[in-house]
């Protein structure tokens, strides 16, 4: 059984900044791919960032090229999302993802809530 547990969700200002974090635990033999989604209200959920194990490679969805930044620990197995700049937009439940010995887990999201 494997598990993904965000943290660092909040409430920020806009213009501020914040460090999500997700830490994958349990039966893993090898971690493929770990990245992050959102879903903000009333809107599905999309895909803003992702970084492959093997290559250390990154990708980034249009809207979050610039302010968003995805980096890993892998002595950890845990990967970050920095968010600089914040928006109202920006709003939104953020959930990690990792593919992980061939299936796809995610957590339960955390709540990132931009507003003064």
């Known amino acids: 059984q494997v598990q993904l547990v965000e943290s660092g969700g909040g409430l920020v200002q806009p213009g501020g900044s914040l460090r999500l974090s997700c830490v994958a635990s349990g039966s893993i033999f090898t971690i493929y791919a770990m990245g992050w989604s959102r879903q903000a209200p009333g809107k599905d959920r999309e895909f803003v960032a992702t970084?492959?194990?093997?290559?250390?490679?990154?990708y980034y969805t249009d809207s979050a090229k610039g302010r968003f930044t995805i980096s890993t620990d892998k002595s950890k197995n845990t990967v970050e999302l920095l968010i600089n700049s914040l928006k109202s937009e920006d709003t939104a439940v953020y959930y990690c993802?990792?593919?992980?010995?061939?299936?796809?887990?995610w957590g339960q999201g955390t709540q990132v809530t931009v507003s003064s």
């Open positions: 993802h990792g593919t992980i010995d061939g299936t796809t887990y």
């Open positions: 970084y492959d194990w093997n290559t250390g490679g990154t």
